[in-house]
């Protein structure tokens, strides 16, 4: 069966449920060693950490279809840059294309409900996430980025995503990247409650700079690894108060840590928020700011996701 565009599944969907983390719940178990370079990337090429991350991949997809909602799951390829697998040594895999595979095998498991499900290329920056002065410029952004785009655009991904994104410069070069392949994207900021990126650009200069910039021009904008209260402190700063930041903006994929992003990078403990309180507060982005995508970032499990879908229901 033909699947749905992603720009006409994302206006027709009066929300989309995201997963919630996946890294940093690997993370959590000493059992299994996340790899220095790709991080998660590489699991599906070794038996017991593919059951682990397909067991967490399971959780969400599972409480898609209890809910019946929408459901948006990314590859796990956040750090597969052609530069890292190489240092990593899986230059003779492909690294990006596999993870779609191992992704698109998973939700055709789930028959019809596969439908109500879509797949990102998950991309970010080169750097740090939370260390704006190590962001690369739009020129060797798109360079630099160029690669795994294409790569994953090739797989057949739904659309891409570049995340945790800290600074203007490095999200302009990854959009032209991503625009490049002629897949729809989205550009997804880290934010502070005073509206701005890390790198001190208000929500609303950003998506104008980049709107004007790339072509085409990002389907929409998201935020990811910042708390809702965080994120909604950001939208309704004046700096952002317009109907353009509110009309480009479509979703949130939320911590559960009321952090600066420099606390959360340097915490060695979890800091939980329990599930009813975390999915009260993000599901309340939905009816009060419009949100349509919402799910969950660092901190989240599938205990956070469940509460949420309880609430978009």
Known sequence: MKRTAFPEFLERSPCILGEGAVIERLRRNSDLELDPFIVNSAFIYDEAKRGAIEAIY???????????LPLLLSTPTWRSSRERIATAGYEGRDVNGDNFRFLDGLRSSYGGYAQKVVICGLMSCRGDAYNQAEALTAEDAHEFHTWQAAMLAEAG???????????????TGLASAMAA?????????????EGTLLDGTSLKEAFAAIDDAVSPKP?????N??????????????????????KRVVGLLANTAALEPEELDSSDALVEEAP????QSVAEL??????KILGG???????????LATRLV
């Open 225 to 246: 690894c910042t708390h809702a209260s965080i994120f909604k402190a950001a939208l309704l700063h004046k700096v952002n108060s317009s109907q353009f930041v509110r």
């Open 297 to 307: 970032c660092c901190g989240t499990d599938d205990r956070h996701i469940r509460y």
């Open 58 to 68: 399971r959780q969400y997809l599972d409480i898609g279809l209890r809910y019946d």
């Open 219 to 223: 389907l929409a904008y998201m935020v």
């Open 276 to 279: 009813e309180i975390f999915g």
């Open 157 to 171: 991904v739904d659309f891409l995503l570049a995340a945790t994104l800290p600074a203007l410069s490095e999200a």
């Open 286 to 291: 939905q009816r009060e700011l419009g949100m």
């Open 181 to 193: 392949t002629g897949k729809p994207y989205i550009v997804s900021f880290i934010v502070r409650p």
